[in-house]
């Protein structure tokens, strides 16, 4: 199993930067892929960047390419989404999802994080 904990979400001002944090624990060895989702109020849920385990591939959202940067951490197990340039249409609840080498799906997810961004 593995766990995910996600942070660092808040209430901020258009034009504001925050820095989403995702802590990774358990069998994290078998961890293929990371990624962010975003659910907005009324939306679908959105996946709005993907980092590989090794951190060589990386995947955006067409919302969010050159404003939202997703990094990792090997030696901490952990997964970071940095975000520039907010906007009120960034307001959504962030989730960190994991996913195993052999599966097709985001099988592992963490609680989710609050981001609101006001105008």
């Known amino acids: 199993q593995v766990q995910l904990v996600e942070s660092g979400g808040g209430l901020v001002q258009a034009g504001a930067s925050l820095r989403l944090s995702c802590a990774a624990s358990?069998?994290?060895?078998?961890?293929?892929?990371v990624a962010w989702f975003r659910r907005a109020p009324g939306k679908e849920r959105e996946n709005v960047a993907t980092i590989n385990w090794t951190g060589s591939n990386r995947n955006y959202a067409d919302s969010v390419k050159g404003r939202f940067t997703i990094s990792r951490d090997n030696a901490k197990n952990m997964v970071y989404l940095q975000m520039n340039s907010l906007t009120p249409e960034d307001t959504a609840v962030y989730y960190c999802a994991a996913r195993g080498t052999f599966d097709h799906e985001y099988g592992y997810w963490g609680q989710g994080t609050q981001v609101t961004v006001s105008s």
């Open positions: 358990g069998r994290t060895f078998g961890i293929s892929a």
